[in-house]
C-alpha cells in the first residue's frame, strides 16, 4: 500500500520552495517561459519524455508505468493574474503588478511534486500518466489553446483530473463534486451609442448614460424573473466606461460583465433575455447597442463514477477529514472545463485557508495567499487519486 501522504510531506520543502519561487515571479497567460522552463527542468531531471512550446508555453510530460492500465490526463495551471500584490510576503511578488492570486503556482508545485512521487513508483505503476502544465487559465483561452496543440492526442487520454486550493474553505476541507461544480462563463461588452451635447441642454443630446442606468437595472430581473430559483445563475455588470467632462453628455457608454450558469436551458434563456433587454431598453432610450457576447468557459461537470474513485481515494487519506461529495458548486468558472468537455473526469478542491493566520483572503484578492499545509495534503489526494483510477492499488 503507498503511504502519498507520508511521501508528500517528506517531499514539503521541495514543494514549498517552488511554490515560493513561482509566487516571487508569477507571469501572465501565455507569458509564462520562466516558470515553463523550470518545469521542463524537474522532469527532465524525472528522466520524463517531455515536449514544450505547446500552445506558445505549455510543457507536456508523459510518464509510462511499467503495467498495462489507462492513461490518465493530470493539469496544473501555470498563469498569474495582473494585480498588484499586497501580502507582505517574503516571498511576495517582484514582478509589480502581476501576482499568483488564485493559487496556481501552488498548482504547478504540486503537480510537480505528483510526477516526482509517482516516478519513484514507476516500476509498479499501471498505465500512463500525461502531466499537462497549461498556460493561460485566466480568460485567455488556454485549455482549448493545448486541445487544438493536440494534447489529448498521442496518447489520448481515458479520463481527465484536475484540482484547485480553495480559500473559500479552511485547510482539512475537501470538496469534489459527483456532478457540476464550477459554472460555465460568458463574457460580454456593450456598447451603447446615443448624441452627445452639453448638459445644460439635454433635449437636444440622446443620453447613453441614462440608458446605460436603465440597462444595469433591468438586467437583474433576469435572474430574479426568467430564471427558475432552484437554477442558479448570476449576471454581472463589471465595468461602465463613458464620458470625460462633467458638463458633457457622451456619444457611447461601454459596459462589460459576466453571465454564469451550469445548465445549457438556463444558459439558452440566460443569454436571450440578455440580448433582448440590452437592445430593447436601449431602442426605447433613442440610443444604439452593440453586443459583444462570447463563451468564456463551459461548465465544469464531473463524471459521477469517477468522482467516487477519487472520493474514495480522499476518505483513505483522510478518513477523519469533512469531505463534501454532495453537489459543492461555485459559480467561479474554469477552463478545465474544455477538457472535461472530451475526456470525463474529475475536478476537485482543497481547503487551503487558514483565518487564525490571516490566509484567508479570497480568490483573485490583492492580499490573496494560502495555507502552505496545503500542498502535501493536496498532492498526496492527488497521487492517490491516480493509482486509484489506473487500478495500480
Request: overall charge negative; proline content about 5%.
Amino acid at each position: 500500500m503507498y503511504d502519498f501522504l507520508a511521501e508528500a510531506q517528506e517531499l514539503f520543502e521541495y514543494t514549498r520552495s517552488l511554490r515560493r519561487d513561482f509566487h516571487m515571479h508569477p507571469e501572465l497567460g501565455f507569458h509564462e517561459v520562466r516558470t515553463a522552463g523550470i518545469v521542463a527542468k524537474q522532469l527532465t531531471a524525472l528522466g520524463l519524455e517531455i515536449h514544450t512550446g505547446v500552445a506558445e508555453t505549455g510543457v507536456v510530460a508523459i510518464l509510462e508505468g511499467k503495467k498495462a492500465g489507462p492513461v490518465i490526463l493530470v493539469r496544473a495551471d501555470m498563469d498569474a493574474l495582473p494585480i498588484i500584490e499586497e501580502t507582505g510576503a517574503e516571498y511576495a511578488s517582484q514582478n509589480r503588478g502581476v501576482m499568483h492570486a488564485c493559487g496556481h503556482d501552488a498548482h504547478t508545485a504540486i503537480l510537480l511534486t505528483v510526477a516526482k512521487m509517482l516516478t519513484a513508483h514507476r516500476a509498479e505503476l499501471s498505465g500512463t500518466i500525461k502531466l499537462v502544465f497549461q498556460p493561460a487559465e485566466e480568460g485567455l483561452g488556454g485549455a482549448e489553446r493545448m486541445i487544438q496543440a493536440g494534447v489529448l492526442d498521442d496518447p489520448k487520454p481515458a479520463v481527465s483530473l484536475g484540482l484547485h486550493v480553495w480559500n473559500e474553505q479552511p485547510l482539512g476541507w475537501i470538496g469534489i463534486a459527483n456532478g457540476p461544480a464550477m459554472a460555465g462563463a460568458e463574457i460580454f461588452k456593450v456598447t451603447l451609442y446615443g448624441k452627445g451635447g452639453h448638459a445644460a441642454a439635454p433635449h437636444l443630446s440622446v443620453d447613453p448614460v441614462l440608458a446605460a442606468a436603465e440597462t444595469i437595472t433591468a438586467l437583474q430581473s433576469i435572474v430574479a424573473r426568467n430564471v427558475s430559483p432552484f437554477k442558479p445563475a448570476v449576471v454581472s455588470v463589471c465595468t461602465v466606461h463613458g464620458g470625460e467632462a462633467f458638463n458633457v453628455i457622451p456619444q457611447s457608454v461601454e459596459l462589460t460583465g459576466t453571465l454564469r450558469t451550469f445548465e445549457p436551458e438556463v444558459r439558452s434563456v440566460v443569454v436571450s433575455r440578455f440580448q433582448d433587454i440590452v437592445r430593447s431598453t436601449a431602442e426605447a432610450l433613442g440610443c444604439r447597442a452593440d453586443i459583444d457576447l462570447k463563451q468564456l468557459t463551459p461548465a465544469t461537470i464531473n463524471k459521477p463514477e469517477i468522482s467516487a474513485r477519487v472520493q474514495a481515494a480522499a476518505r483513505r487519506l483522510f478518513p477523519e477529514a469533512p469531505i463534501e461529495t454532495g453537489n459543492y458548486i461555485t459559480m467561479g468558472s474554469e477552463d478545465f472545463a474544455s477538457f472535461l468537455e472530451k475526456v470525463p473526469g474529475c475536478f476537485f478542491f482543497v481547503g487551503s485557508a487558514n483565518r487564525e493566520k490571516g490566509l484567508d483572503a479570497g480568490h483573485h484578492h490583492p492580499k490573496f495567499d494560502i495555507d502552505e499545509g496545503v500542498l502535501p495534503r493536496a498532492a498526496a489526494l492527488m497521487a492517490t487519486a491516480i493509482i486509484e483510477l489506473t487500478g495500480t492499488l
